[in-house]
């Protein structure tokens, strides 16, 4: 719930209307909820992939639920890094102006990874294409290909938020330096939010949301939210850290203000980024 309300808030800051909304991995749709809400159910147009069948049924009862039932026909089971369905009358990939994501970090691809190598797929996967990890059970790939998917898919005044896993944002090589590169250098990276240790009971792994902005012309934010937050168990005696309603407040005013912080945030430059590598 908190990383949705944090995604939705920083991502809508102005009024707008007759806009795409686009989940890629979309579960049951709980970002995407949020994203509508934000914007006005009847101000924009939900299109979803979802690789579960029962996660697709589960979303198409939210739309109905929550006034966006003009977007049951957008919601598609199926792979979106092996058959990505919407796409533009020239069979281009289609571009949307708000995409939100919780990729899966693992899941194994060695059935198709080899179909990916196309020249269809160059530009939609710019930076490489993971190799499958000999442990495959293990493997923490199949985000750096969401990732490439979300940022080929934005329209020229698109924004994204997508959860990725914290190590994507310090790794030294590779596909995921690459990927971040490409934020850089393209100027759309907004800002990072680290999120506390267990914000979803589900994994273990530490969290940061991503934003991007393909029209960003400021600063970009750091915020180091990984102090906030109570420690629970939740029914199954999982760890799970819960932020309160004023630490998630505290954590939209201080991105959509770009403000800093001692010991919550910093405002840097893309020269200072790159600077320090």
């Excluded at 939100?100 to 294409?129: C, M, Q």
């Excluded at 998917?149 to 698109?158: E, F, K, P």
């Excluded at 990984?226 to 201080?254: C, F, P, R, Y």
């Amino acid at each position: 719930h908190a990383v949705a309300k944090i995604m939705a808030a920083c991502l809508v800051t102005d009024d707008v209307s007759n806009v795409t909304c686009y989940d890629p991995s979309a579960g049951s749709g709980t970002l995407l909820m949020n994203l509508a809400h934000a914007i006005g159910e009847d101000k924009c147009t939900i299109y979803s992939q979802d690789i579960s069948q029962k996660s697709s049924s589960l979303l198409r009862l939210n739309l109905i639920l929550n006034n966006l039932v003009h977007s049951i026909q957008n919601i598609i089971q199926g792979n979106t890094i092996q058959h990505p369905y919407h796409k533009q009358e020239n069979g281009q990939i289609e571009k949307f102006d708000y995409i939100v994501s919780n990729p899966p970090f693992k899941l194994d691809f060695s059935d198709y990874s080899a179909d990916l190598d196309t020249k269809a797929n160059n530009e939609r996967f710019f930076a490489g294409i993971p190799k499958v990890p000999a442990k495959k059970k293990e493997s923490m790939a199949i985000y750096l290909l969401f990732l490439q998917h979300i940022m080929h898919s934005l329209t020229a005044r698109g924004k994204a938020a997508i959860v990725v896993p914290t190590g994507f944002i310090t790794a030294q090589s590779g596909i995921d330096k690459k990927i971040r590169q490409k934020m850089v250098d393209s100027k759309m990276l907004t800002g990072v939010v680290s999120m506390p240790s267990n914000i979803f009971a589900t994994t273990g792994a530490n969290v940061s949301i991503l934003f991007l902005d393909v029209n960003n012309t400021e600063d970009v934010v750091l915020i180091d939210a990984s102090n906030l937050g109570t420690k629970v168990k939740d029914s199954n005696g999982n760890q799970k850290t819960l932020l309160s309603e004023t630490e998630e407040q505290q954590i939209i005013d201080v991105f959509n203000a770009k403000e800093a912080k001692d010991d919550f945030s910093v405002v840097v430059s893309y020269n200072e980024i790159e600077a320090k590598n």
